[in-house]
């Protein structure tokens, strides 16, 4: 790093976000998954609501890599 730019680091957080205020917060809730080398991925609700647990999520991804396999292998 440039000696100019490590001078300048600031704390960029504007005084009115108090974290403190925030709910149901848990310091490195995911770090075992991550440590594991588990790719997380957070869904929004309606997808979430679609797709409950991993194993279902994997099951419409497979079947969605088929069928883009089969596109390609049409238009080659």
Known sequence: MNKDKTENLEDEMRP?????ELKGRVRGKYVERYQAGTNLVL???????AFPDAEAVN??????????????QKTA
Request: hydrophobic share 40%.
């Open 16 to 20: 009115e976000y108090d974290l403190s």
């Open 43 to 49: 869904l929004e609700s309606d997808v979430q609501a």
């Open 59 to 72: 099951e419409a991804l497979r079947m969605l890599m088929k069928v883009a396999r089969r596109q390609t």
